[in-house]
Each structure stands twice: as structure tokens, then as C-alpha cells.
Nanobody
Framework: QVQLVESGGGLVQPGGSLRLACAVS????????MGWYRQAPGRQREWIAT???????MYADSVKGRFTVSRDEPNNAMYLQMNALKPEDTAVYYC????????????WGQGTQVTVSS
């Protein structure tokens, strides 16, 4: 069973930065795609970034150029560096691990709140 724990959320002013971390229980980056999602109040959870098992990175248009996903394999951690934050980035941020072969299990963290406000 894979366990994911997010941290690093908080309150930041517009234009500021935060770095979120996702601590992973075990060495799974070679067998799982890792992603970041967010959910704002009253809205559906949306995908924002993925780092594949081979290290390829993809971003939603809404965060491209501002957010950077990375992983630290020796320390079993994934990060989301968020720059130039906007009030519309306010949401609960989740990390996800998706197995790349059958049975294609997926795992989620509990989320961390990010609030962008002056």
C-alpha cells in the first residue's frame, strides 16, 4: 500500500511562492506516474501537473510557466514549486500516484491547503 503525505501549504500573498512536498512511502517513481491535483471550493478536482515514471513533465495551461514539478528519488519525495501565485490558485492540493501496469492502482494524499490572498 502506497502512502502519500502532502505538506507545505499555507497563506501567501498574490505574486508569492510556495513549495509543496509529497512524501512517498517507498521507491515507486519507476513504476508510478506522479501527479498534482487541486480542488477549489465548489469546483471539481482538476489536474495540474504530472511527472511520468521516465521523468517527463506535463502541465495544465493554467499553471504552465509558473509551477514546476520535480522528484527526489533518494528521498522518495515529489515537489511542486509554485511561483507568481494568483488568488485563483487557492485550493486544496493533492498528490497522486498511478501504477503504470495492471492493476493500475492509484493512491492519493490527504491534501494541503493553499490560500492566495492579500
Amino acid at each position: 500500500q502506497v502512502q502519500l503525505v502532502e505538506s507545505g501549504g499555507g497563506l501567501v500573498q498574490p505574486g508569492g511562492s510556495l513549495r509543496l512536498a509529497c512524501a512517498v512511502s517507498g521507491s515507486i517513481f519507476g513504476t508510478h506516474a506522479m501527479g498534482w491535483y487541486r480542488q477549489a471550493p465548489g469546483r471539481q478536482r482538476e489536474w495540474i501537473a504530472t511527472i511520468s515514471s521516465s521523468g517527463n513533465k506535463m502541465y495544465a495551461d493554467s499553471v504552465k510557466g509558473r509551477f514546476t514539478v520535480s522528484r527526489d528519488e533518494p528521498n522518495n519525495a515529489m515537489y511542486l514549486q509554485m511561483n507568481a501565485l494568483k488568488p485563483e490558485d487557492t485550493a486544496v492540493y493533492y498528490c497522486r500516484a498511478s501504477q503504470i501496469f495492471p492493476p493500475y492502482q492509484e493512491f492519493w494524499g490527504q491534501g494541503t491547503q493553499v490560500t492566495v490572498s492579500s
